[in-house]
């Protein structure tokens, strides 16, 4: 209980200082995103980061010793440069080895406005050398409640952008990475599912390559290759609309 | 009391506080031990009860058909025609496809669940919603991943989308819990749609 009222104030401290309120009650079925109390910028602005696993979590390994924790902690570094030469401010919900909850991983991002989420992977399994993109399948639309949008399904109302963001960086990580799918594909990915904003994963095969330096060496290629599918999909960010929430409000 | 019985009583102390620190990893590792033989031979006769469903059906043998890895595309599922003597129960055939679906196929590497993982058990709420109950190891011997994960819960649903008309949504439980994911990555906090796409991931509304 005291957890769960600690991470309230928590989120809701970081919300106010970023000046977009996030709201969570202490039944997260209950919590519930608010509208940005301040007049919104237009535009996308912000990528948020994030590193799976960390901490006790290494996610997958590699037969090799290679861990997941640590591949997608690199690729984050190099994204957050990359991106920063294009004029995107970049936020990181892990920048060491440790392991935020799902819910703290999405209120970093569900607290900014003009923000895309991308969380990312390195699989067991999959063809070596390719990379692909999820979005979440389809969900029910939230129906918001006085304003606020139910934070167990905060991705329903951003999935056409989501799958609109997922596309772009697809296309070009498949241009680079051959044998990787042509679209983006679709799963129930826990993660997603709490985001308030276009959020996709981003998955690389695999751990179970031998040597990490064939690891390492692909990572520059994903990084330029998914910020270049930001850029494409930057002119299409809009605020999308949710039944409920009136218009021009950011859900 | 005099000196003497001091350190007499100072001694037996000290030789109770060893006596307990060398007896309590001993016994704890003990019951641990019995925990564990106890959980596998629940484990065991479970999987037998279940498994022994095939074995002793009488019914005529059906066309079942079990989805398992693709051998020529990578990340997808394949259909393999099966011959089973399939229940014209739904729960009993449930579990006899879902059982063969574990045992997995032939050829090792098109296996999407672990090989040693177990159905605890099976229930279709009136609903339409099934509740299926996996051995721990579902969850700790999967390869983790978003791709294995997707692959394993996805031969799940459409091998009873194919088999078992009655399911309509699919829980999946890990050893009587519900967890939040099944190795880091594939939500399993909702349920996951079965017979008709149009049915979007249920999210439990908790009061």
Known sequence: MSRLLSKTILILAGAVLTGSLVARSQNPAQGLAQNSASPSRSGLNIVVLDPAHGGTDPGARGTGGIR???????????????LESQGFQVMQTRTTNENPSFDDRSALANAQTGAI???????STGLSGTVRAYTMPDMPIAQARGGLIPWDQAQAAYLPLSRKLGDAIQGELTQRFKGSPANVQTAFIRQLRTTAAPAIAIEISSVSMQDKANLDRMLPGVADAVVRGVVVFRPSYVTPAVPGVPPGARP | MNSKWRVRILIGLLAAVLAAAIYFPILKQRVKKQARVQQTSEEQARRELVQSLNANSNEPKVKAKLFWASDSEDGTLAPTIVELPLSNDPVLRAKQVLNTLLA???DA????LPSDAALLAFYILPNGTAIADFSEAMANSIPSGVQSEQLAVDSITETLEANVPQVRRLKILI?????ETLAGHLDLTGAFPVNGKAVALVVPQKK
Do not use: C, M, Y
């Open chain 1, 68 to 82: 997941e924790s640590d591949i997608v902690l690199d690729l984050a570094a190099q994204l957050k440069r990359n």
């Open chain 2, 109 to 112: 590497e098109l296996h999407t």
């Open chain 2, 104 to 106: 997995g196929p032939v």
């Open chain 2, 175 to 179: 050893h009587g819990q519900e967890v």
């Open chain 1, 117 to 123: 989420f991308l969380t990312l992977h390195v699989s």
